[in-house]
Protein backbone atom coordinates (compact mmCIF):
# COMPACT_ATOMS: atom_id res chain seq x y z
CA UNK A 1 0.00 0.00 0.00
CA UNK A 2 1.20 3.50 -0.47
CA UNK A 3 -0.26 6.53 1.79
CA UNK A 4 -1.27 9.21 -0.02
CA UNK A 5 -2.13 13.21 1.51
CA UNK A 6 -3.43 15.47 -0.66
CA UNK A 7 -2.95 19.48 0.45
CA UNK A 8 -3.66 22.96 -1.21
CA UNK A 9 -7.36 23.03 -1.65
CA UNK A 10 -9.42 26.48 -0.40
CA UNK A 11 -11.46 29.29 -1.74
CA UNK A 12 -10.81 30.83 -4.68
CA UNK A 13 -13.01 33.17 -6.99
CA UNK A 14 -13.78 32.26 -10.68
CA UNK A 15 -10.95 32.82 -12.98
CA UNK A 16 -8.50 32.27 -9.74
CA UNK A 17 -5.28 29.38 -9.35
CA UNK A 18 -4.47 27.12 -7.19
CA UNK A 19 -1.83 24.35 -6.99
CA UNK A 20 -2.94 21.29 -5.28
CA UNK A 21 -0.68 18.35 -4.03
CA UNK A 22 -0.53 14.60 -3.15
CA UNK A 23 2.52 13.35 -1.05
CA UNK A 24 3.24 9.92 -1.01
CA UNK A 25 4.99 7.69 1.05
CA UNK A 26 5.52 3.56 2.15
CA UNK A 27 6.04 2.37 -1.62
CA UNK A 28 8.14 3.57 -4.48
CA UNK A 29 6.49 5.92 -5.60
CA UNK A 30 8.00 5.67 -9.70
CA UNK A 31 6.83 2.39 -9.99
CA UNK A 32 2.82 4.21 -9.57
CA UNK A 33 0.78 6.06 -12.00
CA UNK A 34 -1.00 8.39 -10.69
CA UNK A 35 -4.14 10.25 -10.88
CA UNK A 36 -6.31 13.17 -9.57
CA UNK A 37 -10.45 12.49 -9.28
CA UNK A 38 -12.92 14.76 -8.00
CA UNK A 39 -16.55 14.40 -6.27
CA UNK A 40 -19.07 17.23 -6.11
CA UNK A 41 -22.05 17.18 -4.04
CA UNK A 42 -24.36 14.75 -5.23
CA UNK A 43 -22.17 13.33 -8.19
CA UNK A 44 -19.72 10.41 -8.83
CA UNK A 45 -16.61 10.57 -8.35
CA UNK A 46 -14.62 11.22 -11.53
CA UNK A 47 -11.31 11.35 -13.74
CA UNK A 48 -9.48 14.97 -13.90
CA UNK A 49 -6.09 14.06 -14.95
CA UNK A 50 -3.59 11.15 -15.00
CA UNK A 51 0.23 10.92 -15.12
CA UNK A 52 2.72 7.77 -16.12
CA UNK A 53 4.70 6.60 -13.59
CA UNK A 54 7.89 8.04 -15.29
CA UNK A 55 5.75 11.31 -15.69
CA UNK A 56 6.14 11.20 -19.37
CA UNK A 57 2.61 10.77 -20.25
CA UNK A 58 -0.40 13.03 -19.35
CA UNK A 59 -4.09 12.67 -19.69
CA UNK A 60 -6.86 14.88 -18.91
CA UNK A 61 -10.62 14.64 -19.05
CA UNK A 62 -12.05 17.62 -21.37
CA UNK A 63 -13.76 19.73 -19.06
CA UNK A 64 -10.14 20.82 -17.26
CA UNK A 65 -8.20 20.27 -20.74
CA UNK A 66 -5.92 23.43 -20.92
CA UNK A 67 -6.95 24.91 -17.67
CA UNK A 68 -5.20 22.27 -15.51
CA UNK A 69 -2.01 20.54 -15.58
CA UNK A 70 -0.62 17.80 -13.46
CA UNK A 71 2.94 16.98 -12.94
CA UNK A 72 4.79 14.92 -11.03
CA UNK A 73 8.45 14.74 -8.89
CA UNK A 74 9.51 11.72 -8.52
CA UNK A 75 12.15 12.72 -6.07
CA UNK A 76 9.78 14.03 -3.56
CA UNK A 77 7.37 11.85 -4.05
CA UNK A 78 4.97 14.40 -4.66
CA UNK A 79 2.30 15.14 -7.68
CA UNK A 80 0.75 18.33 -8.61
CA UNK A 81 -2.28 19.92 -9.87
CA UNK A 82 -1.83 23.07 -11.21
CA UNK A 83 -5.47 24.37 -12.05
CA UNK A 84 -5.85 27.71 -13.58
CA UNK A 85 -9.00 29.37 -15.06
CA UNK A 86 -11.34 28.05 -12.41
CA UNK A 87 -14.76 28.02 -12.77
CA UNK A 88 -17.85 27.51 -10.29
CA UNK A 89 -18.51 24.20 -12.10
CA UNK A 90 -14.87 22.63 -10.42
CA UNK A 91 -16.07 23.18 -6.65
CA UNK A 92 -15.51 19.74 -5.53
CA UNK A 93 -13.40 17.56 -3.05
CA UNK A 94 -10.22 16.20 -4.79
CA UNK A 95 -8.88 12.40 -4.34
CA UNK A 96 -5.52 11.57 -5.38
CA UNK A 97 -5.12 8.18 -6.50
CA UNK A 98 -1.69 5.71 -7.08
CA UNK A 99 -2.29 2.19 -9.04
CA UNK A 100 1.33 -0.11 -9.88
CA UNK A 101 1.46 0.80 -13.54
CA UNK A 102 3.58 2.08 -16.24
CA UNK A 103 1.28 3.94 -18.37
CA UNK A 104 -1.35 6.24 -17.49
CA UNK A 105 -4.18 4.85 -15.94
CA UNK A 106 -8.33 7.10 -16.37
CA UNK A 107 -10.03 4.43 -14.62
CA UNK A 108 -11.23 4.64 -10.99
CA UNK A 109 -12.02 1.76 -10.64
CA UNK A 110 -8.66 0.48 -10.80
CA UNK A 111 -7.15 2.31 -8.32
CA UNK A 112 -6.38 0.67 -4.91
CA UNK A 113 -5.07 3.74 -3.27
CA UNK A 114 -6.93 6.82 -2.49
CA UNK A 115 -5.84 10.37 -0.19
CA UNK A 116 -8.54 11.38 1.95
CA UNK A 117 -9.49 14.15 -0.08
CA UNK A 118 -9.12 18.24 -0.38
CA UNK A 119 -12.31 20.72 -0.72
CA UNK A 120 -11.84 23.03 -3.64
CA UNK A 121 -14.53 25.53 -3.57
CA UNK A 122 -14.57 28.31 -6.18
CA UNK A 123 -17.03 31.18 -5.82
CA UNK A 124 -18.65 33.27 -8.90
Known amino acids: QVQLVESGGGLVQAGGSLRLSCTAS????????MGWFRQAPGKEREFVAGISSSGYSTLYADSVKGRFTISRDNAKNTMYLQMNSLKPEDTAVYYC?????????????????WGQGTQVTVSS
Open 26 to 33: GRTFSNYA
Open 97 to 113: GAVRNFGVVATLLRYDN
